[in-house]
């Protein structure tokens, strides 16, 4: 019996820790803080979510931009969620950028950032990009 058990949790813990890690509380999301980000690539389906904290109301500028020589033609998009999950700014990247710029109260936010990859091949780029974050 002991045995069916300790197999029956071996097998239910392969399945269910992807899904923790993937659904999680947010512990392994990238805290934004003031600078740019490193160049990181989007694939299509993967966003990218990252954590901002404010310890008082400040206004937040967050703007992409492509890794030079890079195509900036394909989509992103970015979504900045409050801490109760509602959506506080939506916007679509224009020319392959986007730019967020809001007056945000104090407490802890998402931004989550999504894009189509390049299909692929020789003559494709990748989808790579860099945040830009000021506080003002």
Known sequence: MFKKIALTAAVVSMFSVPAFANF??????????????ASTIINSGQPHTYQINLDQPTTVRIASSHFPGMHSILP??????????????????????FEIREALRAGQYRLVV?????PGGDSWDVHRYSLHVAFQ
């Open 76 to 97: 992103m998009k970015a979504k900045l969620i409050d801490a109760q999950g509602g959506t506080v700014k939506e916007v679509s990247s224009y020319g392959g950028d």
């Open 114 to 118: 999504s894009g189509n990859s390049a």
């Open 24 to 37: 999680g509380s947010g512990a392994n999301e990238n805290i934004l803080k003031e600078g740019s980000t």
